[in-house]
């Protein structure tokens, strides 16, 4: 059965263009996806994954493909790195992949809509995470060990609970504390999303929903608003898709 649609977690950018913000531990995640792509009938739904990280979603034996700890490791970033990323990146704009992202590929596929993935690749961000200045591997290590990397992540489901409610102020902390570290996964992720939503509105017609962590949703709606505005009438169809198995 649907659900009131939270307004809050969906941002419309001109006739075109849904930005649907979610929380990987709220469950309501899942339903508000599906209903925001059944009342829109998109002919896109672009989520925030890369092929890898989808392929371990929907085989999670094929753990392979998230995160690249193994890669990671051998490439000189230690597992313990890139482990505490693993944990907390996605939390800290809501956005590790879970059923709320298949659920919304399966929703599109009910509605005739094609699904695109427009994340950068997760090898690509691990080769950035890498060159992170020492100072900041090191203060992110010793944040882990004392429990305490993004302060209000460690209150347990409250304050996750919470910062889903005080996104902007968890960011801002987050900046100040991991600079460099807070560009890579969040800067330049949303320009590399940026830029092929921006291909998706020129490469095909009618409306395209976008599946976001909450902490992307606002900064992405500014970033593509001017563009969108000007796209309204659309592009032309393209017929890529990406398919969820049964």
């Known amino acids: 059965m649907a ?36 009342k829109h009938r998109p002919s896109v739904v672009a989520l925030e994954l890369d092929e890898a990280r989808l392929h371990a979603l929907v ?25 505490v990323l693993e944990r907390f990146a996605g939390r800290l704009t809501g956005s590790a992949p ?21 994340d950068l690749p997760i090898d690509q961000t691990v080769g950035l995470v890498k060159n992170i200045p020492l100072k900041e591997k090191l203060k992110l290590v010793a944040d882990a060990v004392a429990s305490l990397v993004v302060l209000p992540f ?43 939503v921006k291909n998706l509105l020129d490469g095909t017609v009618g409306v395209v929903v976008v599946v976001v962590g909450l902490g992307h949703m606002r900064s992405l709606a500014k970033r593509l608003n001017g563009y969108a505005q000007s796209r309204e009438k659309g592009g032309f169809k ?7 198995g049964t």
């Not at 085989?59 to 313990?80: F, N, T």
Request: hydrophobic content about 40%; cysteine-free.
């Open 238 to 244: 393209v017929g890529a898709s990406w398919t969820v």
């Open 154 to 196: 460690s209150g347990g489901k409250d304050g996750l609970g919470e910062m889903a409610e005080d996104m902007i102020g968890h960011l801002g902390m987050f900046r100040r504390r991991y600079p460099e570290l807070s560009r890579l996964l969040i800067d330049v992720r949303e320009e590399y999303m940026s830029a092929r």
């Open 98 to 118: 879970g059923k709320e992202m298949l659920g919304a590929a399966e929703e599109a596929k009910r509605v005739g809509a094609s699904v695109a993935l427009i």
């Open 59 to 83: 085989d999670p034996s094929s753990m392979r493909g998230v995160g690249g700890v193994g890669r990671a490791a051998s490439s000189g970033l230690s597992v313990l790195l890139m482990a």
């Open 3 to 38: 659900v009131a649609i939270d307004s809050s977690r969906v941002e419309r950018v001109g006739d075109r263009l849904v930005i649907i913000g979610t929380v990987h531990v709220d469950p309501s995640s899942v339903s508000q996806a599906r209903d925001v792509i059944n």
